[in-house]
C-alpha cells in the first residue's frame, strides 16, 4: 500500500465542489516538506496542479486550491467541470524512507 | 521548449535487464535532477530514485536498491535507468521528470513515458 493515504475515488456534480485527502505521517506530510498534487488523464502524464502545499503553477485555474494541517492535507476542485474528470495524487518527501513518496490515487468522476 | 525526450518501448523476458533513456532538450542536463517515477498497468505513481547529473550521485528507493542503476552522459544530455532482474511486477510506464521551480521534487516537467512488459 501507499505511504500516503487518499479516498480510492470521489464524485460530484457540475458546478459542485469536491474535496480529496491526503494523510501522511510526521516523518512526510508532517514534516516541512512541501506537498505537491497532481492531475491525470489516462494515457498521459501528470500534471503539476499544485506545489508547495498551496501553490498553482501558472496556468491552473483558480478552482484548484490545497491545503495542510499536520499530517494531512487536501486538495478542493470547485465548480466541477465534466474536464476535470481525471485521477489525483498527493505527493511529498519522506526523511525515513530518503525519498519521493505519492498516495494511491483518486479518481474524480463528474456525475 | 524544455522536454524530456524517452526511448520508445521495450519487451522483456523476466530475468533481463532494461536500459531505458531520457534526453534533455530546451535546457541544459546538468542544471536539474532528474527523477524516475514508475506506474504499473492500472496502478498509482511510485518513486524509483533520483540522479544529480553534475556529479552522477544516485539515490534510489530502498524497495529497487540491487537492482537499479541510474547514470548520465553529459555529452549527449542524456540521463539512463537500467532495471535488472526483471520480474512480471516490473511491468508499467517509466516517466522520466523534474521540477524546474523551487521545490525540486514538484515535478511540472515530465517525459512522455516508456512502456515496458515484462512476458516470457
Known amino acids: 500500500q501507499s505511504v500516503l493515504t487518499q479516498p480510492p475515488s470521489v464524485s460530484g456534480a457540475p458546478g459542485q465542489r469536491v474535496t480529496i485527502s491526503c494523510t501522511g505521517s510526521f516523518s512526510n506530510v508532517g514534516a516541512a516538506y512541501g506537498v505537491h498534487w497532481y492531475q491525470q488523464v489516462p494515457g498521459t502524464a501528470p500534471k503539476l496542479l499544485v506545489y508547495?502545499?498551496?501553490h498553482r503553477p501558472s496556468g491552473v485555474p483558480d478552482r484548484f486550491s490545497a491545503s495542510k494541517s499536520g499530517t494531512s492535507a487536501s486538495l478542493a476542485i470547485t465548480g466541477l467541470q465534466a474536464e476535470d474528470e481525471a485521477t489525483y495524487y498527493c505527493?511529498?518527501?519522506?526523511?525515513?524512507?530518503?525519498?519521493?513518496?505519492f498516495g494511491g490515487g483518486t479518481k474524480l468522476t463528474v456525475l | 521548449q524544455v522536454q524530456l525526450v524517452q526511448s520508445g518501448a521495450e519487451v522483456k523476458k523476466p530475468g533481463a535487464s532494461v536500459k531505458v533513456s531520457c534526453r534533455a532538450s530546451?535546457?541544459?542536463?546538468?542544471?536539474?535532477?532528474i527523477h524516475w517515477v514508475r506506474q504499473a498497468p492500472g496502478q498509482g505513481l511510485q518513486w524509483m530514485g533520483i540522479i544529480n547529473p553534475t556529479g552522477g550521485s544516485t539515490n534510489y528507493a530502498q524497495r529497487l536498491q540491487g537492482r537499479l542503476a541510474m547514470t548520465r552522459d553529459t555529452s549527449t544530455s542524456t540521463v539512463y535507468m537500467e532495471l535488472s532482474s526483471l520480474r512480471s511486477e516490473d511491468t508499467a510506464v517509466y516517466y522520466c521528470?523534474?521540477?524546474?521551480?523551487?521545490?525540486?521534487?514538484?515535478?511540472?516537467?515530465w517525459g512522455q513515458g516508456t512502456m515496458v512488459t515484462v512476458s516470457s
Open positions: 530546451g535546457f541544459t542536463l546538468t542544471d536539474h535532477f
Open positions: 508547495g502545499d498551496n
Open positions: 505527493q511529498s518527501h519522506d526523511s525515513s524512507l530518503s525519498g519521493s513518496v
Open positions: 521528470a523534474f521540477g524546474s521551480g523551487i521545490f525540486r521534487d514538484a515535478f511540472d516537467i
